[in-house]
Protein backbone atom coordinates (compact mmCIF):
# COMPACT_ATOMS: atom_id res chain seq x y z
CA UNK A 1 0.00 0.00 0.00
CA UNK A 2 1.21 3.62 -0.80
CA UNK A 3 0.07 7.20 -0.31
CA UNK A 4 1.59 9.64 -2.58
CA UNK A 5 1.22 13.20 -1.30
CA UNK A 6 2.15 16.25 -3.51
CA UNK A 7 1.59 19.61 -4.66
CA UNK A 8 3.00 21.49 -1.62
CA UNK A 9 5.86 24.54 -2.13
CA UNK A 10 6.24 27.81 -1.26
CA UNK A 11 3.77 30.77 -1.76
CA UNK A 12 3.01 33.84 -1.00
CA UNK A 13 0.61 35.25 1.36
CA UNK A 14 -3.15 35.27 0.21
CA UNK A 15 -1.79 32.39 -2.55
CA UNK A 16 -3.22 29.53 -3.69
CA UNK A 17 -1.72 25.81 -3.48
CA UNK A 18 -3.70 22.13 -4.27
CA UNK A 19 -2.23 19.36 -2.81
CA UNK A 20 -2.54 15.58 -3.82
CA UNK A 21 -2.66 12.20 -2.60
CA UNK A 22 -2.85 9.35 -5.06
CA UNK A 23 -3.65 6.05 -2.65
CA UNK A 24 -2.28 2.82 -4.49
CA UNK A 25 -2.74 -0.87 -2.98
CA UNK A 26 -6.16 0.19 -1.24
CA UNK A 27 -9.75 0.17 -1.43
CA UNK A 28 -9.66 3.62 -1.79
CA UNK A 29 -13.96 3.75 -2.29
CA UNK A 30 -14.54 2.56 0.90
CA UNK A 31 -12.39 4.10 3.46
CA UNK A 32 -13.27 7.97 5.20
CA UNK A 33 -9.94 10.08 3.87
CA UNK A 34 -8.81 13.24 5.42
CA UNK A 35 -5.51 15.15 5.84
CA UNK A 36 -3.70 16.73 9.00
CA UNK A 37 -1.06 18.83 9.30
CA UNK A 38 2.26 19.86 11.25
CA UNK A 39 3.39 22.92 12.11
CA UNK A 40 6.90 22.87 13.70
CA UNK A 41 6.76 22.74 17.21
CA UNK A 42 2.83 22.22 17.07
CA UNK A 43 0.81 18.92 17.48
CA UNK A 44 -0.72 17.54 14.07
CA UNK A 45 -4.03 18.27 13.80
CA UNK A 46 -6.78 17.58 11.26
CA UNK A 47 -7.50 19.70 8.32
CA UNK A 48 -10.29 18.41 6.60
CA UNK A 49 -12.17 14.85 6.23
CA UNK A 50 -14.38 13.14 3.41
CA UNK A 51 -16.17 10.28 3.73
CA UNK A 52 -17.09 7.59 1.02
CA UNK A 53 -20.62 9.15 0.24
CA UNK A 54 -18.54 12.47 -0.02
CA UNK A 55 -19.58 13.97 3.17
CA UNK A 56 -16.50 16.61 4.06
CA UNK A 57 -15.70 18.32 7.59
CA UNK A 58 -13.50 20.94 7.74
CA UNK A 59 -11.69 22.36 10.51
CA UNK A 60 -13.82 25.67 11.68
CA UNK A 61 -10.55 27.79 11.28
CA UNK A 62 -10.11 27.00 7.57
CA UNK A 63 -13.68 26.41 6.29
CA UNK A 64 -14.37 28.61 3.26
CA UNK A 65 -10.46 28.59 2.42
CA UNK A 66 -9.74 25.18 2.31
CA UNK A 67 -11.88 22.27 0.34
CA UNK A 68 -11.46 18.77 0.32
CA UNK A 69 -12.39 16.54 -2.48
CA UNK A 70 -11.70 12.70 -3.80
CA UNK A 71 -12.02 11.33 -7.15
CA UNK A 72 -12.78 7.71 -6.21
CA UNK A 73 -12.17 6.43 -10.23
CA UNK A 74 -8.51 7.85 -9.61
CA UNK A 75 -8.19 6.83 -6.18
CA UNK A 76 -6.90 10.25 -5.51
CA UNK A 77 -7.62 12.79 -2.77
CA UNK A 78 -7.19 16.14 -2.95
CA UNK A 79 -6.93 19.44 -0.64
CA UNK A 80 -7.69 22.84 -2.31
CA UNK A 81 -6.24 25.62 -0.04
CA UNK A 82 -6.79 29.55 -1.12
CA UNK A 83 -5.90 32.61 1.15
CA UNK A 84 -3.37 30.74 2.45
CA UNK A 85 -1.49 32.68 5.38
CA UNK A 86 2.07 32.17 6.77
CA UNK A 87 0.25 29.78 9.99
CA UNK A 88 -0.44 27.47 7.42
CA UNK A 89 2.87 26.58 6.91
CA UNK A 90 3.38 23.18 7.91
CA UNK A 91 3.72 19.88 6.65
CA UNK A 92 0.35 18.10 5.17
CA UNK A 93 -0.62 14.62 5.27
CA UNK A 94 -3.17 12.27 3.92
CA UNK A 95 -4.87 9.51 5.52
CA UNK A 96 -7.33 7.28 5.45
CA UNK A 97 -7.90 7.41 10.09
CA UNK A 98 -6.10 4.45 10.40
CA UNK A 99 -2.41 3.88 10.19
CA UNK A 100 -1.64 4.17 6.82
CA UNK A 101 0.05 7.99 6.41
CA UNK A 102 1.49 9.72 3.44
CA UNK A 103 4.84 10.75 3.57
CA UNK A 104 3.70 14.65 3.85
CA UNK A 105 4.28 17.79 1.55
CA UNK A 106 5.71 20.61 2.48
CA UNK A 107 3.55 23.91 2.25
CA UNK A 108 5.40 26.73 3.09
CA UNK A 109 3.48 30.34 3.30
CA UNK A 110 6.18 33.44 2.97
CA UNK A 111 4.14 36.97 4.36
Known amino acids: VQLQASGGGVVQAGGSLSLSCRASGFIFTADTWAWFRQAPGKERELVASITPTFHTFHADSLRGRFAISRDNDMATLYLGMTDLKPDDTAVYYC??????WGQGTQVTVSS
Open 95 to 100: TNLGDD
